[in-house]
């Protein structure tokens, strides 16, 4: 039996029966078939129907694996703010979940976008002040070290590795990182958990978070990349929109005790820059023994976030 292969009928047997033992022990057996929701290289869920609702099973390949034991840390780290397993195995990856109903995003149906996410972008900062005082432990549980001392090398790793055609432009920008990385490590803000693809199908309207297979330790502001742009092309956005630049600030204010706005703002422009970096390498892991054949689309993924590199960001 592969550790990464979803079409192991060995692998899945084994899946099976792991789920429906648990079930069996919190006297919520399964009432139907265990059948795949969604399958994607890097991981996969499963529905299983009990008499007390529906139950959620996901794994990881091997470098994504520590999003099991993260997500049964972060029960613990930050009580209620993200949603908790009902069981882990933290040597295979895999999560067993309730069914927690519509993401925010499809429950917003026409609400105010910009007011759901200014929430939920408040409470996501306070999740991330909550894990730094666990930098530490939750490195030694496998979370990605993604911290602006580690990116520099990080980056060169990147570039010589013969599988990422990176742009030509691309190798030119390492005295650029460098010091972007120099001046974020000088701005006071502590390295936190970094979920590194939050937006609103990654929430419950209740402001708990999930999905935590891209995450890292990193610098705290670097969230931002992917959930700006999520949102500049929802809304259909320029960069600097004055609506991306109201939800920075109210990102920011959680984090303003003894940092000058000015810092602040300034750190965000270049977190968002070198979360670039943490995106390729990301998709890197995702991709790395992935368990099912690879699209054009996933394999140049990481190519694609270091050309970006190139690039402005929303803010």
């Not at 892991?285 to 694609?304: F, G, I, K, Q, S």
Request: hydrophobic content about 45%; proline content about 8%.
């Amino acid at each position: 039996m592969r550790a990464n292969d979803w079409n192991d009928p060995d692998w899945q047997a084994a899946a099976q029966d792991w789920v429906t033992a648990h079930l069996a022990a919190q006297h919520t057996p399964a009432t139907g078939t265990f059948t795949p929701h969604r399958v994607r290289p890097w991981s996969v869920t499963y529905r299983m129907p009990t008499h007390a609702g529906t139950r959620w099973f996901k794994a990881n390949i091997t470098d994504c694996r520590y999003e099991a034991a993260l997500a049964e840390a972060l029960t613990r780290i930050a009580p209620g703010a993200t949603l908790p397993p009902l069981a882990v195995d933290v040597s295979r990856g895999w999560l067993l979940t309730a069914d927690a109903g519509p993401t925010l995003r499809e429950a917003l149906d026409g609400a105010d976008r910009l007011k759901a996410w200014t929430t939920m972008l408040q409470a996501y900062a306070e999740l991330q002040q909550a894990t730094v005082p666990h930098v530490a432990e939750l490195l030694a549980l496998g979370v990605p070290d993604s911290r602006v001392s580690a990116i520099p090398g990080l980056f060169a790793e990147l570039l010589a590795d013969p599988a990422i055609e990176v742009d030509p432009a691309v190798p030119d920008l390492a005295p650029d990182v460098a010091r972007w990385c120099a001046e974020l490590a000088a701005d006071g803000i502590p390295a936190a958990l970094q979920h590194d693809d939050l937006h609103d199908d990654n929430v419950f309207p209740d402001l708990r978070f999930f999905d935590w297979g891209d995450a890292s330790i990193a610098h705290p502001f670097g969230s931002l990349l992917v959930t700006l742009n999520v949102l500049q092309a929802q809304l259909d956005l320029p960069n600097g929109a004055s609506e991306l630049i109201r939800l920075r600030d109210a990102y920011l204010e959680p984090w303003s005790g003894s940092v000058d706005p000015a810092t602040l703002r300034r750190s965000v422009t270049l977190a968002c820059r070198v979360t670039k970096v943490s995106r390729a390498l990301s998709w890197r892991r995702a991709l790395r023994d992935a368990a099912v054949p690879v699209d054009d689309d996933y394999r140049t993924a990481p190519a694609a976030w270091l050309g970006e590199l190139t690039g402005g960001t929303a803010v």
